[in-house]
């Protein structure tokens, strides 16, 4: 029975913490015990194909409090870009061939970014390209489509964080960043 309640034994625990306080002492409202759950900054699109790369930024931007929604392609992203309706998307550059569904629409991430600018609600929403390869070879392209800004995946998850605060507040550059081989357009 010790065990049960530590060391403070059963009596003293129904008489601290179950039965109401004595004469003198006021309760403590109800209202005051409730806990608040904490609201999603902003809501953030992954589209990549690769799972390690979605699983790996959804932890990290939930665990700073953003709320993630994920695409794994084309037709995916689309369908999360209407459902979702997502304040920023991190969109990767290059996606394999659907060999595995008759080979399809060969998607890349600009081709995708200008689907995404022909839906409702999301023409201007801010979009980051994510790649493996060096982002200094999108650069140009990513400039004339509209990109918010390119990120190279080898870089610390906190850089991207950090870029998309920027992106959503609307201010910052590469310079302030320090951002090395991503570019905040």
Known sequence: MKRLFGRTG????????????SRGESPVPVESCEIEPLSPRAKILIVDDDAVIRKALTLKLKSRGFAVATAVDGADAL????????????LDVNFPPDIAHGGGIPWD???????????????KMPIIFISGSDPGNYRDRALACGA???FHKSQEPEVLVSMIERV??????????????SYQI
């Open 148 to 150: 918010a800004a390119l």
């Open 168 to 181: 959503l507040n609307g201010s910052g550059s590469a310079a302030e960043l320090g951002l090395g081989a």
């Open 10 to 21: 059963p009596a003293r625990f129904i008489r601290e913490f179950l039965l109401p306080p």
């Open 109 to 123: 991430g600009f081709l995708l970014m200008r689907w995404m600018r022909g839906i409702v609600n999301a023409g």
């Open 79 to 90: 369908r999360a870009l209407r459902d979702e309706e997502p304040d920023l998307v991190l």
